[in-house]
């Protein structure tokens, strides 16, 4: 019997509570749901690949049938290299829904194999995005209630380390995530 496996591919720069609800979410749909974090998007990064990895195998670390990975290349084909099913995404707003519809009818294209599920996020996460969380933790602004607590610290930790050095051009938020 083949295992029912999905990719969540994400940055996850940081991860916050809503990717850690569509993941959950997600896993009880799956016999697997591989939380697969790409090791170079074209944005500027505020933690590594490893350290992004980290921070996810912490939230999940109580979820039997969800893995977190690190990939290369292509999301279709990582998937298909697993024996994915599915691409799992998820959806806030209306924008989202026009971008993700667009990714997945390419990857359709691509990997006719593997079906694009988009989950609508809870309405308790709908405002949350990782280049938000960024902002306000830079600004030293509260996202306790958007982040678990060792995420919060990572982001304290990491900006007092990028404040305390002076000889940084500093970091810049990017516009999407």
Do not use: C, W
Request: hydrophobic content about 45%.
């Amino acid at each position: 019997m083949s295992i029912r496996r999905a990719v969540y591919p994400a940055s996850l720069d940081p991860i916050h509570n809503g990717h850690i609800d569509i993941a959950i979410r997600a896993s009880k749909f799956f016999d697997e749901v591989v939380v697969a974090i790409y090791d170079m998007p074209k944005k500027k990064l505020l933690f590594t690949v490893d350290e992004r990895v980290s921070l996810a195998e912490e939230a999940f670390k109580d979820f039997s049938n969800i893995r977190v990975a690190k990939y290369s290349g292509l999301t279709v084909n990582y998937a298909q290299q697993i024996g994915a099913m599915a691409l799992i995404r998820g959806l806030r707003v209306f924008s989202d829904f026009e971008f993700e519809f667009r990714m997945g009818m390419a990857n359709k294209k691509l990997a006719p194999d593997i079906e694009t599920i988009a989950i609508m996020a809870d309405e308790k996460h709908i405002h949350i995005s990782s280049s938000t969380i960024r902002e306000i933790a830079e600004l030293d602004g509260d996202v306790s209630s958007m982040v678990p607590e060792f995420v919060k610290e990572a982001l304290q930790k990491r900006f007092a380390e990028l404040h305390a050095n002076q000889n940084s051009p500093g970091y810049t938020i990017s516009i999407r995530d």
